[in-house]
Each structure stands twice: as structure tokens, then as C-alpha cells.
């Protein structure tokens, strides 16, 4: 495995968080390790398009070293068109274990589901406290839609505003749309106050 570094929020943000995906290194938690001593506020993983499942006994060293410092682990729980994509492996059941494992671990699934995996992602985060899901790439609007089986401003309190900047273009306009859809309160929590609870040593 090898780590990088990626930004997270918006230009001008001085922090970031590190990116592992398969290398030739054999210590993800050395890895891990040095950029979170860099100041990376998180560790995302991109098993659809590096090829592995997040279940992979190999990445849990990693996790125990996110564990241990607070820093929450963040997943790509969706599907991609990227060829080449081996989407079978954003499925979130293979995340169940690693919550199991690792109690004291927020997981955050990036993308919410997006694609075959919306029930899933979001019974998931109901059903644990540590489980959170991101909503970048998802279309404010078709949230009702997307997450029809729950009630929205219940699952919202389990949910982190994501740009996926700048990929998506609008990231004033989807706030606010997003804000649209709840109340103000569970609004604020999921444009702000979930982050600050969820990623190291974020400014309020």
C-alpha cells in the first residue's frame, strides 16, 4: 500500500487526508502513520479502483493506528464509471466487520451508496454509531428519491455535506439545497457540526 495526500474541503483549506491505494510498500500503518503525522485529518480508500475490499486483514494495522489517534477512516461506497472500476468492491457489507472490529473507528461512506448500495449504506449508519455517510457526488434533490425508505431527517443526523470539489461544480448552491430539505437544526449538522464531530482537529 501507499498513502498520499488529497484535500478535502474548499481551496484555501489547510488540511487534507491521505489516500491509500495498492503499491509496492508492505506497511499501510507506517504509511498511514507518517501522514497523519503531516497533518492529514483522515484516511480514504478506494477499493473500486484499487482493486481490494476494506475487509482485507492486511489494512488492519491501519485502522488500529486511526483508531487509536481519532481520525476517522472514509471509504468510496458508490459505483464508478472510471474504466477499469471494480465496482463489487464499494458493496458497505464488506465494511461490517472492520466496525465490528474497530468500535472506536468512524467510518465514513463517501458517496452514500451511490449507485446499487443506498439501503445498505444507510441502514448501516443507523444501525451503528461510529458509521456516517457523505453525500458528495449525490444530487441534493434526488436524496427523497435515492433514500426513499428512510425518514430524511432522521438519516441526515447521520450525514456529512461533501463537495467533491472540484469534480462538482455549485458547492454554495447544493448547501443550500441540501439545507432546503431539513430542518435548520439537523441542517447544520449535516453542513458543519457532523464534520467537527467525525474528522481530527477540525477548526469550528
Not at 147 to 164: E, H, Q
Request: include cysteine.
Amino acid at each position: 500500500m501507499c498513502c498520499r495526500s488529497s484535500s478535502t474541503t474548499r481551496p484555501g483549506s489547510a488540511r487534507s487526508r491521505t489516500s491509500t491505494r495498492t503499491c509496492t510498500s508492505r506497511s499501510p500503518p507506517r504509511c498511514a502513520g507518517k501522514q497523519l503525522a503531516l497533518g492529514a485529518a483522515a484516511l480514504k480508500l478506494h477499493p473500486v479502483h484499487g482493486g481490494f475490499r476494506c475487509d482485507d486483514a492486511a489494512l488492519y494495522p491501519a485502522y488500529r493506528v486511526l483508531e487509536e489517534q481519532g481520525v476517522p477512516l472514509v471509504v468510496h461506497c458508490g459505483t464508478s464509471t472510471f474504466p477499469g472500476s471494480a465496482n463489487e468492491n464499494a458493496d458497505p457489507a464488506f465494511l461490517i466487520p472492520v466496525v465490528r472490529d474497530f468500535p472506536g473507528l468512524n467510518v465514513v461512506l463517501a458517496h452514500g451508496g451511490r449507485g446499487w448500495w443506498y439501503d445498505a449504506a444507510a441502514f448501516l449508519a443507523l444501525s451503528n454509531e461510529t458509521v456516517w455517510l457523505e453525500l458528495s457526488g449525490l444530487p441534493p434533490k434526488r436524496l427523497p428519491e435515492y433514500y426513499a425508505r428512510f425518514d430524511l431527517a432522521r438519516l441526515a443526523r447521520k450525514c456529512v455535506f461533501g463537495t467533491d470539489w472540484p469534480g462538482v461544480p455549485g458547492t454554495a448552491a447544493n448547501a443550500r439545497a441540501v439545507a432546503g430539505l431539513l430542518p435548520d437544526e439537523v441542517a447544520a449538522a449535516v453542513l458543519a457540526g457532523n464534520a467537527t464531530r467525525v474528522y481530527a482537529g477540525l477548526p469550528l
